[in-house]
């Protein structure tokens, strides 16, 4: 079965500092993975995505998140974070061949502090 | 993108009556669904798959009976919560892949259900 785990249920940054959500995977072999966001009381945006092409995939709102298959690692970042980028974000794996069903993390609550 | 939409958006019933979610997909068509439900301060638990033309596929641990699926068309997929009690007051969203080979999900905005 596969699985995602995400350290830090909470994650707290100032405006302007480095975003960095952490995204570990676990599965027989890679996934397709997954960042997602949710503002309250909304549905899920997808960020980015990650389908085995390129190992630095870049997203929406200056996001972006490298796969790391030597550490099972999917780590969503943004250089500079802006008040408007605290939500709820999820990780999310997916068996290749996409379409399927998706299993979630447990999510990380971004707060962005003047 | 895509869009996905959901009806109602929230939603209070009383105790023992049921009630009917839908969603649906506007600009695409979709022989398939999912069904998530979402605690407060908690991640997405996948409830069903919800199949065109065919019965739904629930996850371990969800009531069939309880959570009734049906997937009327291409573009609708309706939950109905039966004798909804308290414990099911919960944030439901449904989703629907995008097809291809963008191995997309689009989400809809979710349902919040408020059982008194």
């Known amino acids: 079965a596969q699985s995602v785990t995400q350290l830090g249920s909470h994650v707290s940054v100032s405006e302007g500092a480095l975003v960095l959500l952490r995204c570990n995977y676990s599965s027989s072999v890679p996934p397709y993975l997954f960042w997602y966001v949710q503002y309250p009381n909304q549905g899920l945006q997808l960020l980015l995505k990650y389908t085995s092409a390129a190992t630095l995939v870049k997203g929406i709102n200056g996001f972006e998140a490298e796969f790391k298959k030597s550490e099972t690692s999917f780590h969503l970042t943004k250089p500079s974070a802006h008040m408007s980028d605290a939500a709820e974000y999820f990780c999310?794996?997916?068996?290749?061949?996409?379409?399927?069903?998706?299993?979630f993390g447990t999510g990380t609550q971004l707060k962005v502090e003047l | 993108g895509a869009v996905v939409s959901q009806h109602p958006s929230w939603v209070i019933c009383k105790s023992g009556t049921s009630v009917k979610i839908e969603c649906r997909s506007l600009d695409f068509q979709a022989t398939t669904m999912f069904w998530y439900r979402q605690f407060p301060k908690q991640s997405l638990m996948l409830m069903a798959t919800s199949n065109e033309g065919s019965k739904a596929t629930y996850e371990q641990g969800v009531e069939k009976d309880k959570f009734l699926i049906n997937h009327a068309s291409l573009t609708l997929s309706t939950l109905t919560v039966t004798s909804a009690h308290p414990e099911d007051s919960s944030f439901y969203i449904c989703s629907a892949p995008s097809g291809g080979f963008s191995y997309e999900q689009y989400f809809g905005p979710g349902t919040r259900l408020t059982v008194t």
């Open positions: 999310a794996v997916s068996p290749t061949g996409g379409g399927n069903k998706l299993t």
